[in-house]
């Protein structure tokens, strides 16, 4: 008979674990396949510059020491790069931690979290983490609803979390409307927008969403190193904040929260963005020929504004699909329904990927 241990906060049991891919090794091994392709964590293909490579090469020697916990010099590049002061940017392990230390700081037992279904998992996580009640409307032309958002805001909500592009659909509210809506949001309410595919917006559709932050004592904007600049392996987030939500983050964060190595490859990388550009550049070009290209095939694309493509099979689940797709060495992500995520690989990538789909229809 075993010895119970110690119980977990109730609201703990509640949380479905986050289900990570297996790696593409293991996979190959497991249905006896070889070059198998991943298209399925809206990774940069190509991979971190040249500049950056060199830059970790020589760090390696240095992570003996505790990182810079301040994140001094990558604060001060990030602040001229952004055109803001150092002291306006809070910075995590991703922006993904980012979003659980506002959690931390803001969410009570019962306080409620306002997003929309079909967006980013870890909104309802950090929801669910802290015991507060999340509230997703449906979107609509799989896009938030602002409108209808606006009308589930209480009293009780203390956070409102928005993905623009949004992640699972790659869709972008447009400038106009998100700025409305920011406005109509009473102060009580923190904002926080995740952009972490912001870099590969069609440049006349972004919105000058940090200069709405020192407007306003109640908005947090989110990017990341992840996606366009290729280290998502490092984990580097960072954002802009009002001053008292700053002095609440800094009361929580971890002292070492971005790695020495993070810290070194995002200012090297800062210091290289031309090679960003030339990877987005090649990431829009593509996506516009394979929607063109899913589109012949009778299935409905999502019009997208970052580096994936959101696809509806008619008829067959996306779990199905998802498995098809797999059996040909093609990982993407299934969805609810009959959709599928696909991040956009290199060309021989993208045609066999295609060559697979036509395969299953």
């Known amino acids: 008979m075993g010895v119970k241990g110690p119980a977990a906060r109730s609201c703990i049991t509640q949380i479905q674990p986050y289900q990570p891919g297996k790696p593409v090794a293991e996979v190959e091994r497991e249905l006896g396949i070889r070059q198998a392709v991943k298209l399925a964590s809206n990774e940069n293909v190509f991979g971190p510059s040249p500049r950056v490579r060199t830059a970790l090469r020589k760090a390696v020697n240095q992570v003996h020491i505790y990182p810079d916990g301040a994140c001094y010099y990558l604060r ?37 979290v306002l997003s929309s279904q079909m967006s980013f998992v870890v909104y309802s996580m950090v929801a669910d983490l802290l015991g507060a009640k999340f509230i997703a409307p449906p979107m609509r032309d799989f896009t938030y609803d602002l409108e209808t958002m606006a009308g589930f805001i209480t009293s009780k909500t203390k956070l409102i979390f928005i993905a623009n ?21 009473p102060t009580h309410c923190l904002v926080v927008l995740d952009e972490a595919y912001y870099e590969y917006v069609q440049r006349p559709l972004a919105g000058n969403t940090l200069d709405w932050v020192r407007e306003r004592n109640n908005l947090v904007v989110l990017r990341t190193f992840s996606k366009a600049f290729a280290l998502a392996g490092l984990r580097v987030g960072y954002g802009m904040a009002p001053a008292k939500v700053r002095e609440n983050i800094e009361r929580v964060r971890d002292p070492f929260n971005v790695n020495s190595l993070a810290q070194v490859a995002a200012l090297a990388a800062l210091a290289d963005k031309a090679y960003m550009r030339k ?83």
Do not use: H, W
């Not at 055109?83 to 409620?112: F, H, K, Q, T, W």
């Not at 592009?165 to 949001?185: C, M, S, W, Y």
């Not at 991040?343 to 066999?352: P, Q, V």
């Open 165 to 185: 592009p949004n992640n699972p659909t790659g869709t972008l509210i447009e400038k106009q409307a998100l700025r409305r809506f920011i406005d109509r949001v």
């Open 279 to 361: 990877c987005v550049a090649y990431t829009q070009t593509e996506r516009k020929r394979l929607s063109k290209e899913l589109l012949k095939l009778g299935l409905k694309v999502i019009p997208s504004q970052t580096n994936f493509l959101f696809v509806k099979f008619p008829r067959t689940e996306g779990v199905q699909v998802g498995q098809s797709l797999l059996q040909q060495g093609i990982i993407v992500r299934p969805f609810p329904g009959s959709y599928v995520r696909i991040t956009m690989g290199k060309i021989a990538e993208n045609n066999k990927m295609l060559k697979a789909i036509k395969n299953i229809l």
């Open 76 to 112: 001060a590049a990030l602040a001229r790069d952004l055109g803001c002061r150092p002291d306006e940017l809070i910075l995590g392990n991703g922006s993904n931690e980012l979003l659980v230390l506002l959690g931390m700081v803001y969410l009570n037992a019962g306080d409620e």
